[in-house]
């Protein structure tokens, strides 16, 4: 007889799982339940009068591989399309400075465009070459990120510079953000070459090494012709093919364990299975283990809300002579935006000719403004916030305001170790059930995808 496997939640974590399952595991029955009436999360494109339009995640980067391997398996990576490459910008002091160049996540690793740089001080640059001098002590608990830095850089560096490049992949407060879960390998890299710079040189020259042919450098992120969307389509209908069956309208209102089977009530009725992966975020699945003490972290790890806010103008509309990206900002600037891309200029196949498209992201931690105001408003903030920056004549000729209340999880010090101990009381507690997605430690669409294929594989072992 068959083994039934539930995937609670079809966004791009829980399909992909389906995928690996089926894939790897024929036999099996699968059920994909998902309480929208959509799938696909986040992940959500407007396609209208020529705009290819990401109203959630944006792209995903190229070097972590699986998604593009999992393109290519569904039959859709012709479709695939890589960033227009150009100069990226922090906003700080009232004014946008080229990120310097030879830099890892805006540590330097080479001394020129480190030194003529106007976006960090003579004093700080000083600060900076510390490093070379202060002495590695082993790590034997987690910190922030700010405080591993500010330690090895100085705070001049650490907020000018890395912050607003790190903090907008998590958005979280770096001096709460855990090292021990986001970049481990920068304090492995410090302990391993005796400072924190002398590591991401060595890390660049091995990477360089590592390649084989010297190509014309490309961009880092990849996207689809017709979006993001179109890749997800492209997967359910993959997997309905398949006969892998996707339930909408369908939330999970309880699930419990009786003689080693998972009994999941799902409007009202009772279905049982021999495995379940859980993909949803923490927020929803915690309530089904509220007499399980040791899964109460969940119950109050943080997470920040935010919103993106997307700007159709007429060329004339807007001034932007810089040929660049888009720009991240300092949080010591008084804006409510925290980031801009240059739409047409980084993905020039979304816009129509004549026609500029901007994507600015609202919400930083703490921050309560998506809640407090409508979409009209929140357009105005980040449309007097980009005019600080850029000149922009008028109103758009049409925006898309996409509030994400509650969506980024934030990984604060401590939470790996957490995280472990939970997957390990699971796994000795539970049959057959598997929790995983963004509130583990998955950010970027690959992770995702990644961590699917690690739930499938635990899944096929303990079926098997």
Not at 94 to 117: A, D, H, R, V, W
Not at 214 to 235: A, C, D, M, N, Y
Not at 400 to 408: A, D, E, F, Q
Not at 428 to 445: C, E, K, M, R
Request: one cysteine or more.
């Amino acid at each position: 007889m068959s083994k039934r496997i539930a995937i609670i939640g079809a966004g791009i974590t829980g399909l992909s799982a389906a995928h690996y399952l089926r894939r790897d595991y024929p036999d099996a029955a699968i059920d994909v339940y998902e309480q929208s009436d959509r799938v696909g999360g986040k992940i959500k494109t407007y396609r209208k009068d020529g705009y290819t339009i990401e109203l959630g995640p944006e792209s995903y980067l190229g070097r972590k591989t699986i998604m593009t391997e999992l393109a290519e398996e569904i039959g859709i990576a012709d479709d695939l399309v890589t960033n227009k490459t150009g100069q990226s910008y922090i906003y700080s002091h009232n004014k946008l400075y080229p990120i310097p160049g030879g830099s890892i996540m805006g540590i330097p690793t080479e001394i020129k465009p480190f030194l003529k740089t106007q976006l960090i001080s003579p004093a700080a640059k000083l600060r900076a070459g510390l490093d070379y001098f202060l002495p590695v002590k082993p790590m034997h608990t987690d910190i922030s990120i700010g405080h591993f830095f500010r330690q090895r850089l100085g705070d001049e560096v650490l907020e000018n510079l890395i912050e607003p490049l790190m903090a907008g992949i998590y958005g979280a407060n770096i001096d709460k953000l855990s090292l021990k879960t986001t970049f481990p390998h920068f304090k492995e890299q410090e302990e391993k070459e005796g400072g924190l710079i002398k590591g991401m040189i060595a890390q660049k020259a091995k990477n360089n090494a590592d390649k084989k042919v010297t190509v014309k450098p490309k961009g880092q992120f990849k996207q689809f012709r017709h979006g993001l969307e179109s890749f997800i389509q492209t997967l359910r209908d993959s997997l309905e093919d398949k006969g892998v069956q996707i339930h909408l309208n369908a939330p999970v209102q309880n699930l419990v364990e009786k003689d080693n089977k998972t009994i999941l009530t799902i409007n009202n009725e009772e279905h049982e299975y021999d495995g379940v992966i859980v993909t949803i975020p923490h927020q929803h699945f915690v309530k089904w283990f509220e007499d399980d003490l040791k899964l109460d972290y969940f119950n109050y790890m943080p997470s920040t809300s935010v919103a993106t806010v997307v700007m159709a103008f007429d060329k004339d509309q807007v001034v932007n002579d810089k040929d660049g990206t888009g720009f991240v900002i300092a949080r010591t600037s008084d804006t409510a935006i925290t980031a801009c891309t240059w739409t047409n200029k980084k993905w020039p196949h979304t816009t129509p000719e004549g026609k500029v498209l901007l994507r600015a992201y609202v919400g930083k931690p703490g921050s309560n403004i998506i809640h407090h105001k409508d979409e009209e408003q929140l357009k105005q903030v980040a449309l007097n916030d980009l005019n600080k920056i850029m000149t922009i004549k008028g109103e758009p000729e049409f925006f898309i305001v996409t509030k994400l209340p509650h969506s980024m999880p934030q990984y604060e010090v401590g939470h790996i170790d957490r995280i472990r101990d939970i997957q390990e009381h699971i796994d000795q507690n539970y049959h057959n059930l598997i929790i995983t997605g963004a509130s583990f430690d998955a950010v970027g669409l690959p992770d995702c995808v990644q961590m699917a294929k690690n739930a499938s594989d635990k899944m096929i072992e303990y079926l098997k």
